[in-house]
């Protein structure tokens, strides 16, 4: 374990945000070159890679992903390997998630695989919602269909090691919006003269706040949250022509958040013609709802058992969002939670460390579903 922690602890000293783990891909494929993996495809939809072992024999192809990104967040801690960056830092445990993955490397080189086919993806860009659909839409992937795709992320607030495993919903789908209102400039001595449209984002704000829907564990499930608000110029003597505001929209399912996401177009334009505004509505990092497989979730269950992990059912969908739901939605998968400690800090807080302790953990269980899928 020294050698995975000492990997772990260097990724965290130099991170990298999404879209940028240029160096983050370098450590990695200097560690996999130790441990051989029969092909490795690199440069994956940005700066992925995706390391394959193969068994002598045919047999189920099973895909375990990670992620290389860090985040724009300045770390306070002052331990030894604390980012060398000032305003980046490691503050969602992907640095850990990457050492297990190197584990789980590790261990099938050493103990190789008799039939079937262990997919290992590095993927990028998981924070801004962009990584796995790039790596789907890689040309380099398009013949990747593995049997069955798992991920775990390591969850704050739980028992360390604990193993945290729903069916179905997951972590929740997340969009976010952003509305562009143009109106048209004046004195502010003769507002109506101009098309101010600080009444239409009020009307906005008001109106979505009216739908939200706080019980997760309710279908109509239904969380925004404004973000951000910007609207003319420090100038008194004018009244605003352009306004802008973004909301992220959370839902605890695909289908549902696409009857959201219509619903709330509808309302925009409505109130946009309503006060004579040239409206314009982007989307924006996207993060499909993980809806796990009944069956995916049986497997991470047993394997959990047999290595007397302690298992914990939740009830209700976690409500932050996680873009391996695209893979959930194109493969039989799941995504678990691995517990990081009930007093560590919370994940994307600036003191938050992924704890070293669990790395063992996710190794042994991500084995364990290997050699009961391809044994089977």
Known sequence: MKELIQLRKELHQYPEISGNEKETAKRILTFLSHYSPDTIITKLGGEGILATYNGKEKGKTILFRCELDALPIHEINSFSHQSVYEDVSHKCGHDGHMAILCGLAKELYQNPIEKGTVLLLFQPAEEDGNGARRVSNDKKFKEIKPDYAFALHNLPGFKKRQIIVKEHTFTCAVNSMIIKLRGKTSHAGEPENGINPALAISEIINRF?????????????????PIYINMGEKAYGVSAGYGEIHFTIRSNSNLQMRTIETHLESIIQSIASKHKLELNIDWTQSFQANENNVEAIN??????SKNRFDILEKEEPFTFGEDFGLFTQKFKGAMLGLGSGEKTPSLHNPDYDFPDEIIETGIKLFHQITKDILNA
């Open 299 to 304: 497997i991470i269950r047993e394997a959990a």
């Open 209 to 225: 706040d009216a739908i939200i829907k706080n019980d997760v564990t309710q279908p109509d499930y239904c969380l925004i949250t």
